[in-house]
């Protein structure tokens, strides 16, 4: 078995597949948008933890997209726990009261559940987030495990597609590499042959 320090290496490269752009990870806004509607939470985010960083790879509501140090994440403690995490009060959290997003009074309460990836690895985390403190039942964190569920489907479809989309171009340039030609040349290949000035192919052509 290997140490902890090995299994977060693995962990992150994992993790690292997953950190994806914008333009990628469009097909979860509507699934974000539903979990929001359905916990009545202003703010729901898929975020990926590498070794050192926590990606936003797609958000609804306020806040933006980016990265943070993994040491003031939430997310960080759903990742390495291997478990949901509800915080119903940051301020008052001895765990969470000093990071800075409590601080500046963005986040107030969180709920976050793990993210599981192709590799059998937590990569990060789906989670809900209040600027203000709030009950957290345990139907919301029910609920939002099942949308976690989804959320992880998308996600493995997304990095499949990306997969095979590059593993194309790199099958192109592979061959443009080895010498094929990009087109056929006439006269050149496949028994073709160069018109005789004065003539097409087909029939003669007479110069005024």
């Known amino acids: 078995m290997g140490n902890a320090v090995d299994d977060d290496g693995a962990r992150s490269a994992s993790a690292r597949r997953y950190v994806m752009d914008d333009d990628l990870t469009a097909r979860l806004e509507t699934v974000l948008m539903v979990v929001a509607e359905t916990l009545e939470f202003p703010t729901v985010r898929v975020n990926v933890v590498d070794d050192d960083r926590q990606h936003t790879i797609r958000l609804f509501g306020t806040g933006g997209t980016g990265s943070v140090p ?117 006269g050149l290949v496949g028994g073709a042959r160069r018109p005789r000035p004065g003539h097409r192919f087909g029939r003669p052509h007479r110069t005024p």
């Open 70 to 186: 993994r040491s003031e994440a939430f997310c960080d403690t759903v990742v390495r726990t291997g478990h949901p995490v509800i915080v119903q009060d940051a301020a008052h959290d001895p765990r969470f009261a000093d990071f800075p997003a409590v601080r500046s009074g963005e986040i107030g309460s969180y709920l976050g559940v793990p993210l599981v990836g192709r590799e059998d690895l937590v990569i990060g985390a789906i989670c809900t987030v209040d600027s203000t403190h709030r009950t957290i039942t345990s139907h919301q964190l029910r609920v939002l495990l099942q949308f976690g569920k989804i959320v992880e489907r998308q996600l493995d479809l997304i990095r499949t597609a990306t997969e095979e989309h590059l593993a194309v171009g790199a099958a192109a340039g592979a061959g443009r590499q080895g010498g094929a030609p990009s087109r056929p040349l006439v």
